[in-house]
């Protein structure tokens, strides 16, 4: 479920021709375009986001936050913090949540690696 920096494939050309920085933000909303326009149905797109939501939350990143910094060690620890959450007397999130969570988010994060 990892995107390591060095796996992130998708890259934004300027009108230049130079590379510029992808952001969390800019591959999240074209990877909500393109689900789009393949007929992924609207709550779909929406469990999509809010899961990356709580993924940035967690991780303090925001949309203007480089997507090369989305490294695996920090998806583990996320993983592994929603599993011990309520063992630490946190918010419930049950396994089915947990795992919902960890199934949209992999979903964008190998899309970014393709």
Same mark, same amino acid.
Request: contains cysteine; positive net charge; glycine residues 4%.
């Given at each position: 479920?990892? *995107?390591?920096?060095? +796996? #992130? +494939?998708?890259?934004? +050309?300027?009108?230049? @021709?130079? #590379?510029?920085? #992808?952001?969390?933000? $800019? *591959? ?9 326009? $393949? ?6 797109? %929406? @469990? ?11 991780? @303090?990143? $925001? $949309? ?10 920090? #998806?583990?620890?996320?993983?592994? %913090? ?16 947990? @795992? %919902? ?14």
């Amino acid at each position: 479920m990892a *995107a390591q920096a060095a +796996k #992130v +494939k998708r890259v934004i +050309k300027s009108s230049a @021709n130079k #590379v510029k920085v #992808v952001t969390i933000g $800019d *591959a999240f909303n074209e990877f909500i375009r393109e689900k789009t326009a $393949d007929g992924v149905v609207p709550k779909t797109l %929406h @469990n999509y986001t809010q899961s990356v939501e709580k993924f940035k939350a967690f991780a @303090n990143f $925001d $949309d203007s936050t480089d997507i090369k910094l989305i490294e695996k060690a920090k #998806v583990l620890e996320w993983i592994n %913090h929603m599993k011990e959450t309520k063992a630490n007397g946190g918010e419930e999130l049950t396994a089915a949540s947990t @795992n %919902h969570y960890i199934r949209d988010c992999r979903s964008f994060l190998y899309w970014c690696m393709n």
